[in-house]
């Protein structure tokens, strides 16, 4: 059974540009959701993704944007990057979106922008 | 709306003593409760977990937690640290939305 991976490690990016982080859910899990953990703060729900569909968003604009693909894999896409998004972004992965504490972690993409 | 408060941003505790790290939630459902653990440069791991079953909770690496409803608490504790208990740990809630609601997180740093 493989755990969650999260690629790339690292990214810098400029004020302006866009990017895209991915997430390979751990095997059998439909679910995902993204998070943000600006330095010294607790992660931020930004939306999760159920069977492909969107299934609940958090207080994040709508430059942040996700896709989920049939093999459940998703991404997430940051356009007109600000300063304020530099981050670590983790995504987690879960069967049939439940309740009860059975997210499973990526290591996180560590973005930084300039 | 369900929220957490983690009360010290930094907690600092001699190898072998007790751990304790405060959380308190506002819920206005019976909450689900979690505490999990960062290491440095890794994702979150989950210690333990509270669904309304035994208030008190036992997860891994020794850790427990109990549910006090009459406190809104759910405090995390270690009856002897260990240097490799030296982590980030974050309190979360469950949102009505069934999303996961993080505290603020407190720096638990064991000297030898």
């Known amino acids: 059974e493989t755990g969650v991976t999260q690629s790339p490690t690292h990214l810098i990016k400029t004020r302006g540009q866009q990017v895209t982080l991915r997430c390979s859910s751990q095997?059998?899990?439909?679910?995902v959701s993204w998070y943000q953990q600006a330095l010294g703060q607790g992660p931020q729900f930004i939306f999760q993704?159920?069977?492909?569909?969107?299934?609940g968003r958090g207080n994040f604009p709508p430059r942040f944007s996700g896709l989920q693909f049939p093999n459940y894999s998703s991404e997430l896409n940051v356009n007109a990057l600000e300063l304020d998004d530099s981050a670590l972004y983790l995504c987690?992965?879960?069967?049939?979106?439940?309740?009860?504490?059975?997210?499973?972690f990526g290591p996180g993409t560590r973005l930084t922008v300039l | 709306a369900q929220s957490v408060t983690q009360l010290g941003s930094h907690v600092s505790v001699s190898e072998g003593a007790l751990v304790l790290l405060r959380c308190n939630y506002s819920s206005s459902v019976p909450p689900y409760l979690f505490w999990y653990v960062q290491y440095p440069n890794q994702g979150l791991q989950l210690l333990l977990k509270?669904?309304?079953?035994?208030?008190l909770v036992k997860g891994i690496n020794g850790f427990e937690a109990e549910f006090k409803k009459s406190e809104t608490s759910f405090h995390l504790t270690k009856p002897s640290a260990h240097m490799s208990d030296a982590a980030e740990y974050f309190c979360a809630v469950y949102n009505q939305g069934g999303k996961l609601i993080f505290g603020q997180g407190t720096e638990l740093s064991v000297k030898p």
């Open positions: 095997s059998g899990h439909n679910t």
């Open positions: 987690a992965s879960s069967l049939d979106s439940e309740r009860g504490g059975r997210e499973f």
């Open positions: 509270y669904t309304s079953a035994a208030t």
């Open positions: 993704y159920y069977r492909e569909e969107e299934n």
